[in-house]
C-alpha cells in the first residue's frame, strides 16, 4: 500500500553516515520528490495554497518595506559566521552580506550585473524594536572595483559578476569572503558567443568598525580555489548551461581541522546524456506507482541533473582546495539545488538548498523554497524532510495551476508563489530570503529587497513553520542577527 493513494512510497533513506572521503553520494529520487505532488490539494480553488500550511511561509503582504531606501536591488544575502554558521556582530555592528544591482536595470537583468554589497546596522535591538525596513545602512559594495575579474584567463568578457557565496570571520577583525565570479562573453544582441565563466574564489580582507559605522579593507587578492572539473561537476563545455556556484564554507566538528564546502553543480555528463538510472528513480520494489526510466528520459527528465557539491581546503589560508564526490543528487528530479548549506541541530547534520518551481524536471512539480534533508554526517544516506518530499518550507503556491513566472505572474496562481527566494537558515531555525514577485497577472509588486524573516521548527526529519513567531509566523523584515559577537 502506498503512503497517499495514487502516489508511490518514497524511498528508504538510512541517513546512515559515509567518511567524507569515501565516493558515497546520496540521492534526492523521484520517488522522494513525487511526495511533493502527493500532499498538495487537487481542489485547492484559484489563489489558494494547495500544500499544507505547516511547510509554508505565511503570506507576505505587497506593501513590504525597500531595506536599501531605493538604491539598489537586493537579493541572495549572508551573514558574517564563524565554522558552524553562527552569526556574528563586529563591535556593536550586525553586518550581511547581499548581491545587489542598480536599480535604473529591471529587477531580471539583475544577474549579469550582481555585485557584492554590504550593510550594516546596530546589534543587539529585539526585532520588534527596529525600523520596518530592518534598519539597515547601505554601505556600498565589498570590493575594489575590477578585482573580481582578473582572475579570468580570458579578458574580452562583456559583463563580469559576483555572485553567492559566503563570510568567515576569524581573530582581529579577518574576514574571508567566498564567493562565485563569473564572466559572460555576449555579443551585441545578448547571445553567448561561449558559454560563462564561473568559477569560485576566496578574498581575504579586514573589517573595520568605528562609532559611526562598518568598511572593509583588503580583497585586493581573490584566489581562484575551483572550475568545474566536467568529472564530477558539469563544465560549460558539457552543458553550456551548467551551475556551479555558492560556495558555503564549514568546519564539521567529526574531522576537527579540516576545512570544507558545499556548492551547487550539476553531474558531469554532457548535457542530453541519457545518464539517469534506477537508482535516481528510487521507487520500492513493485510500487504499482513507480515509473519506467526510459519514459522518464524521453520526457526530457535527463536535462535536469542538480547536485550538491563537496571540496575541501590544501591548506590553512584555504587558498587552494580540491573536490570530493558530491553529497547529494537530484538526477531527473531538479537542475539546480542552490545556495546549500550544512546546519548542526540536536547531533543532526542538515543540508538545505533551495530550488525553484521551474527547475523541476517533468513529471516532477513543487513550490518555490528551501528543500531540507538530514543524516548523522556532511556525507550521508541523507533523508528528505517531511514526509519523505524534501520540502523544508515552500512558498504559498497552488500546484493545480500553471507557475507563471516572477515577470508575468499566473491569474490563478497564489499571489505569494514567488514572494521568497534564496532561503537562508540561520541559528534559531530562523529564514530570511529575498521578495522576487508578490500578486497576480492583473497586479503585482517586484521585490528587490528582504523579505520578513520566518522560523522553522527544526526536529527530526520535520520542519515546521512556527506561526507563533512575529505576527502570524512573518517576523520584521531584513532581520538576520547576530548570535555572537566579536570586538
Ligand atoms: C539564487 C541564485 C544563486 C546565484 C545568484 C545569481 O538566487 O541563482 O544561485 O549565486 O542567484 O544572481
Request: with cysteine; hydrophobic share 35%; aromatic share 14%.
Amino acid at each position: 500500500p502506498s503512503a497517499v493513494p495514487g502516489f508511490p512510497n518514497p524511498t528508504t533513506h538510512t541517513q546512515q553516515r559515509y567518511h567524507w572521503n569515501t565516493n558515497y553520494t546520496s540521492k534526492w529520487t523521484r520517488a522522494d520528490a513525487r511526495q511533493l505532488a502527493a500532499m498538495s490539494d487537487p481542489t485547492a480553488p484559484p489563489r489558494t495554497n494547495s500544500m499544507p500550511e505547516e511547510y509554508t511561509m505565511p503570506t507576505v503582504p505587497q506593501s513590504f518595506p525597500d531595506m536599501s531606501g531605493g538604491e539598489v536591488w537586493v537579493w541572495d544575502s549572508w551573514p558574517l559566521t564563524d565554522a558552524q554558521a553562527n552569526q556574528y556582530s563586529y563591535k556593536g555592528w550586525e553586518v550581511i552580506f547581499s548581491l545587489v544591482a542598480d536599480r535604473r536595470l529591471g529587477f531580471d537583468d539583475r544577474h549579469t550585473y550582481a555585485k557584492l554589497g554590504y550593510f550594516f546596522r546596530p546589534a543587539s535591538i529585539p526585532s520588534a524594536q527596529r525600523p520596518v525596513d530592518g534598519g539597515w545602512t547601505y554601505g556600498g559594495l565589498v570590493f575594489p572595483p575590477g578585482v573580481s575579474g582578473e582572475i579570468f584567463d580570458d579578458q574580452t568578457f562583456t559583463h563580469q559578476t559576483e555572485w553567492s557565496g559566503s563570510t568567515r570571520i576569524f581573530s582581529n577583525g579577518q574576514v574571508k569572503v567566498f564567493y562565485t565570479a563569473v564572466a559572460f562573453y555576449r555579443d551585441a544582441a545578448g547571445q553567448d558567443v561561449k558559454p560563462a565563466d564561473a568559477r569560485i574564489v576566496m578574498s581575504p580582507g579586514k573589517i573595520k568598525a568605528n562609532a559611526n559605522g562598518v568598511w572593509f579593507t583588503g580583497f585586493k587578492k581573490h584566489h581562484e580555489l575551483l572550475k568545474p572539473d566536467g568529472l564530477w561537476y558539469q563544465n560549460g563545455a558539457q552543458n553550456p548551461f551548467y551551475n556551479f556556484r555558492d560556495p558555503f564554507a564549514f568546519e564539521d566538528p567529526q574531522y576537527p581541522g579540516r576545512t570544507f564546502m558545499v556548492f551547487e553543480g550539476n553531474t558531469a555528463t554532457q548535457r542530453g546524456t541519457r545518464a539517469c538510472v534506477e537508482s535516481d528513480l528510487g521507487y520500492q520494489p513493485g510500487d504499482p506507482y513507480a515509473e519506467n526510466l526510459e519514459t522518464v528520459m524521453d520526457q526530457g527528465a535527463n536535462l535536469r541533473m542538480a547536485n550538491v557539491g563537496l571540496a575541501i581546503a590544501d591548506n590553512a589560508a584555504l587558498t587552494k582546495w580540491h573536490f570530493l564526490p558530491p553529497i547529494l543528487s537530484a538526477n531527473c528530479v531538479t537542475d539546480q539545488t542552490e545556495r546549500p548549506q550544512i546546519y548542526y541541530k540536536d547531533g543532526k547534520y542538515y543540508l538545505f538548498t533551495i530550488s525553484h518551481r521551474s527547475t523541476f524536471a517533468p513529471g516532477i512539480d513543487g513550490p518555490e523554497g528551501v528543500y531540507g534533508f538530514v543524516g548523522n554526517g556532511v556525507r550521508s544516506d541523507y533523508q528528505p524532510v517531511n514526509r519523505g518530499s524534501g520540502l523544508a518550507l515552500g512558498n504559498p503556491t497552488n500546484l493545480n495551476y500553471a507557475a507563471g513566472t516572477p515577470f508575468a505572474p499566473d491569474f490563478n496562481q497564489h499571489p505569494g508563489a514567488f514572494q521568497a527566494y534564496s532561503h537562508y537558515v540561520m541559528p534559531g531555525g530562523l529564514v530570511q530570503s529575498f521578495i522576487d514577485t508578490i500578486g497576480t497577472s492583473d497586479n503585482f509588486r517586484r521585490g528587490g529587497t528582504l523579505g520578513p524573516t520566518v522560523k522553522l521548527n527544526i526536529s527530526g526529519d520535520t520542519t515546521t513553520v512556527d506561526r507563533t513567531y512575529g505576527v502570524g509566523g512573518l517576523g520584521g523584515y531584513a532581520d538576520i542577527p547576530a548570535n555572537r559577537a566579536k570586538f
